[in-house]
């Protein structure tokens, strides 16, 4: 995780131009889909972390959701159901957001790297308390394997960005 930070920090892209507002928790379980188009999304919830900045973090943090990402079989603390058909591909999605917000998506891994180490970050704190004592919810039990799991993929794009 030390060297994912180092590296994030060496590459971090310039700051968008413009801004945008940025969900921070973009992914599928924050989305309502429209019962009669499920291609449609009518809402977006928990905005409570919401910031402006670049859009790009939740394009990654989508991405690090995906299932398309994960070893196949693999059912770690991001599994998704995007693993079934008729769900756009990764690069389906990012070429679509690029079309149309005309933004230059050539950083993308970099988004995507970072949205596994906050994501890693968030699951390392929930097994902290566990391991604390602070809860005793037995699903946190190996959230330290899955934190171990998420920084071997974030590095392992690093190896290919």
Not at 88 to 97: A, G, H, Q, S, W
Request: negative net charge; glycine residues 4%; contains cysteine.
């Amino acid at each position: 995780m030390e060297t994912l930070a180092e590296w994030l920090s060496a590459h971090l892209p310039p700051d968008p131009a413009p801004p945008a507002v940025v969900h921070g928790d973009f992914k599928l379980d924050n989305v309502m889909l429209d019962e009669a188009d499920v291609g449609r999304i009518v809402a977006v919830f928990d905005w409570e972390m919401c910031a402006l900045g670049d859009p790009l973090v939740d394009v990654g943090i989508l991405l690090a959701y995906w299932s398309a990402t994960a070893s196949p079989g693999q059912h770690d603390a991001i599994s998704s159901v995007t693993d079934r058909p008729g769900w756009l591909t990764r690069d389906e999605i990012v070429e679509r957001y690029a079309r149309r917000s005309r933004r230059d998506v050539s950083a993308i891994r970099f988004y995507e790297i970072f949205a596994l180490f906050k994501i890693a970050v968030v699951i390392q704190q929930i097994f902290y308390r566990y391991a604390r004592g602070q809860t005793d919810d037995p699903r946190f039990a190996h959230f330290d394997t899955r934190v171990a799991h998420l920084a071997r993929r974030a590095a392992a794009l690093i190896e290919r960005f």
